[in-house]
């Protein structure tokens, strides 16, 4: 089991911006950022491999960027030009395995899951 601890999450405005970072016990190959809003189903943000690939949702493109330092373990996810449907709990993932890149947008994909950290954008 690997137990993994976000942080980072909080409220902004409309334009703000967010950094949430997630930290694993050990190195871990594949890491990633999904979110889930009241009603909807969780879905995939961003993910990152040991290697630095990197795989975005057409939402967030352009906003959002993954990064990873592999010496600390953590995951971060620089949140720009946040919009009020950026509104959600976001969760940090993890697994060992090299999940294919068009298969790592679902979240039955990932083993490993943080406790979730809420970001609220509001007008």
């Known amino acids: 089991q690997v137990q993994l601890v976000e942080s980072g999450g909080g409220s902004v405005q409309v334009g703000g911006s967010l950094r949430p970072s997630c930290t694993a016990p050990r190195s871990i190959f594949l890491m990633g950022w999904f979110r889930q809003a009241p009603g909807k189903e969780r879905e995939g943000v961003a993910t990152?491999?040991?290697?630095?690939?990197?795989t975005y949702a057409d939402s967030v493109k352009g906003r959002f960027t993954i990064s990873r330092d592999n010496a600390k373990n953590t995951l971060y996810l620089q949140m720009n030009s946040l919009k009020l449907e950026d509104t959600a709990t976001y969760y940090c993932?993890?697994?060992?395995?090299?999940?294919?890149?068009?298969?790592?947008?679902?979240?039955?994909?990932?083993?490993?899951w943080g406790q979730g950290t809420q970001v609220t954008v509001s007008s």
């Open positions: 993932a993890a697994d060992q395995a090299s999940v294919p890149l068009n298969r790592r947008s679902e979240p039955a994909a990932f083993n490993f």
């Open positions: 990152i491999d040991y290697d630095g690939d990197t």
